[in-house]
């Protein structure tokens, strides 16, 4: 079930894992923003996981991030929450 506490992981882990491809491509933040359209405290705040996007937003740092958005379809809740951690955790992390 996505419950609350599911959700903010979730939150975490894109962002988490939209700042790593960032840092990857070499670009910084104000050059997101600039790329984006965004302001560099949007980016800012959704890269510390204390922000969510619209879904325009979302798309739009994954056109500019060179990355796909995720869709799937699934086969029940309890693998949601798996399938969400396989997906967008970050090499470093230790979930």
Known sequence: MATEKTLLEARG??????????????ITQAELADMSGMGIATIKR???GRFWLNLKQYLILCHHLKCYPFLATMEGDEKWSKVMRER????????
């Not at 882990?13 to 070499?26: H, Q, V």
């Not at 967008?88 to 979930?95: A, L, Q, V, Y």
């Open 13 to 26: 882990l894109i962002s988490g894992f939209l700042k790593d491809r960032r840092e990857a491509l070499g």
């Open 88 to 95: 967008w955790t970050r090499t470093g992390d230790k979930n």
């Open 46 to 48: 959704f890269e510390s």
